[in-house]
């Protein structure tokens, strides 16, 4: 028979309003033994031990409450948790750790790196290299543009006798040292090569030249050996394929600032978010390399794309159109509608939300393409109620790759992907749906990266500062969007009063813009849009929530003065200038929606909207394609 939690718990909250803490925790402790994997339970006992002046116990159950939110998948309390432990104990450097692998997790990677900062100096002034050189490879893993976290890999692997280890990183660093054009710093990395191997040709060669010119531009195949983006490609392939996902996306982002929209880093990274669980921002991708493939006529590379995501989740709707679309394109009638036929299967098992009638309207294009099909036969049963959807799926085939013959298989149910949810809806634009080119900071993309899948137990806030024992912000005191200058004289990061990091309230915001709690995203978004590594993601945020109120004009202001401001530099600009443009569109304000345009001419479907304004042809779209893939 099992305990009554509630009388339990009635008697712990009685023994702790009377000051008996001892008897409380016991009642607390009944339970824990009960459910061993709930983290509140050992929140509160370490809460009950604060109040009884015994900071160690406070601390191991604190500990055993982070662990099970951890566990849980529950990473904001868990991270919450931590730091009311090194609030207690600043001597626990181990819990940095825990706060760096949870901010990787999440995406975090300044924070990441910030935490496994800490450690790794720890470890320097304790002597600890081994465990240093640890942490600063991790550094290293999650952002590998930071020279001086490879800098200290190098000193350390010489401290522990790995020469060749130490000469890679070295050589590396001078490479990228001298791509950069710090050439001094380039010598220094490339005499360290010389110091452990004195033989090294390219660090030879570097240093000669260098003493030869004064310091000048190094030889092309010193300088740019190893930064070749073939090179750095064949990096981040490595890295995704062990799993190493932020430092392949770092690399990805470098050489897409350098070269934006090339298809095959396009590709690593649609693969990436693929890998990563990411189904929304990888579908987007996918669909555009896809379509652009067909476009092209690069019918096997189309084929390739489309597999490799329906391989990951094949109820994709938008894929198994696009599918079908390649072989009509093709001729192969029997083949397209075999997909298109699957569509409709996935459709009537798992009804699109707000487009009750897109499977008729896919169903209508199999019609006139093969009207004598037997799949036509087949989904009119199904649409009768004749046969189980489900039944009908175990029964579709696919086709193999080109020019082989179909084989048969089953579509298993895709797993949900609650907590992601698209900025844009199509409803936004009115022209065609445009499809999302990866390599550049669109809208959608550009705020999708720092989305996460929150747990319905932290979705609510006052969770999240129970596990925090702080107090809520008072909404009241923060200003609203648009009653404020973004310029401020005063550019440091502020601290918010109720002791959460600014990166925190954004993951927050985002949470409550997922689960439609507008003002409380913006509010959240207001925080953090002091801290300039995600100031313009927070502004641009704030805009999506105006938006997706109706606030229309206050979102367009809101862009108008996040352009003016001196802090918005950079590609994302692009992204910025885009919204801003869909906005103009949407209200129809033609001369300001074409100057922001042109403005950025190049970017996703911008030639196509300038060239519907400017001939002020109708849209011809319908309304179930508009709300498609919202």
């Given at each position: ?7 339990i ?36 006992i370490?809460?009950?031990h ?22 849980e ?9 931590y ?23 999440r995406?975090l990677l ?14 320097l ?13 991790k ?42 054009q ?126 490799e ?17 390649l ?48 799949v036509?036969?087949r989904?009119?049963?199904?649409m009768?109620g ?84 702080e ?63 995600i ?8 805009a ?22 001196p ?9 910025i ?11 129809t ?42």
């Amino acid at each position: 028979m099992g305990i009554d939690r509630s009388k339990i718990l009635h008697h712990a909250q009685l023994f702790a309003s009377k000051g008996q803490y001892d008897a409380a925790i016991n009642e607390w402790k009944k339970l824990s033994a009960e459910s061993p994997g709930d983290g509140s339970i050992y929140n509160s006992i370490g809460e009950l031990h604060l109040k009884r002046n015994a900071a160690a116990d406070a601390v191991a159950a604190f500990l055993q409450a982070a662990n099970a939110f951890r566990t849980e998948g529950a990473t904001l309390k868990a991270i919450a948790t931590y730091k009311k432990v090194l609030k207690l104990d600043p001597s626990r450097y181990d819990i940095y750790r825990f706060l760096g692998d949870l901010n990787a997790e999440r995406g975090l990677l300044s924070s990441a790196v910030q935490d496994y900062l800490t450690l790794g100096k720890f470890y320097l002034k304790e002597r600890k290299t081994k465990e240093a050189l640890e942490i600063y490879k991790k550094i290293v893993s999650q952002d590998p543009s930071n020279l001086d976290a490879q800098q200290r890999v190098a000193e350390l692997c010489v401290q522990e006798n790995m020469q060749d280890e130490a000469t890679k990183v070295y050589l590396q660093l001078g490479r990228e040292r001298s791509a950069q054009q710090r050439y001094s710093e380039a010598k220094e990395a490339y005499q360290s090569v010389l110091r452990i191997d004195p033989h090294n040709s390219e660090a030879a060669q570097f240093i000669e030249h260098f003493e030869r010119t004064g310091g000048g531009p190094a030889p092309a195949a010193a300088a740019g050996k190893g930064l070749e983006p073939m090179d750095l490609l064949a990096e981040a392939r490595r890295r995704i394929d062990d799993k190493q996902y932020a430092g392949a996306e770092a690399i990805l982002n470098q050489l897409l600032s350098k070269e934006p929209g090339n298809p095959q880093v396009c590709q690593l990274l649609a693969k990436l978010h693929l890998q990563q669980g990411q189904l929304q921002v990888a579908l987007g991708e996918y669909r555009f390399l896809a379509g652009a493939a067909l476009r092209a006529q690069e019918y096997a590379q189309a084929e390739q794309l489309i597999r490799e995501f329906l391989a990951v989740e094949p109820d994709s709707v938008p894929l198994l159109e696009l599918h079908g679309e390649l072989y009509e394109e093709q001729g192969n009638i029997q083949t397209a509608v075999q997909h298109f036929g699957r569509a409709v299967e996935v459709l009537l098992e798992h009804p699109e939300p707000g487009m009750p009638s897109l499977h008729e309207e896919i169903f209508e294009k199999i019609k006139n393409l093969a009207p004598e099909s037997p799949v036509v036969q087949r989904l009119t049963a199904l649409m009768h109620g004749e046969t189980r959807p489900s039944d009908a799926l175990q029964r579709t085939t696919a086709p193999s790759p080109l020019g082989q013959a179909p084989e048969p298989c089953t579509v298993p149910t895709a797993a949900p992907t609650e907590g992601v949810a698209f900025v844009h809806s199509a409803a936004d634009h009115p022209s065609t749906v445009p499809e999302t080119p990866c390599g550049q900071d669109q809208p959608l993309m550009a705020v999708q990266e720092h989305f996460i899948r929150v747990e319905p137990s932290e979705s609510a806030p006052a969770s999240l500062l129970s596990a925090n024992g702080e107090q809520d912000v008072d909404p009241g005191s923060i200003p609203q969007p648009g009653t404020e200058p973004l310029v401020q004289t005063d550019t440091s990061p502020a601290v918010p009063p109720d002791g959460l990091d600014l990166e925190t309230h954004y993951t927050l915001g985002v949470a409550y813009k997922n689960m439609g709690l507008l003002e409380e995203a913006k509010e959240e978004f207001l925080l953090s849009m002091t801290s300039p590594t995600i100031f313009l993601d927070s502004c641009l945020m704030t805009a999506v929530c105006l938006k997706e109120q109706g606030q229309i004009e206050a979102a367009i202001a809101e862009l108008e003065r996040l352009l003016n401001d001196p802090r918005c530099q950079g590609a994302k600009t692009q992204a910025i200038r885009y919204e801003l443009g869909l906005l103009y569109e949407r209200q129809t304000q033609w001369e300001q929606a074409v100057s922001m345009f042109e403005s950025i001419p190049t970017f996703h479907d911008v030639p196509e909207r300038l060239s519907s304004i400017k001939t002020q042809q109708a849209p011809s779209i319908s309304p179930a394609q508009m709300f498609r893939y919202a």
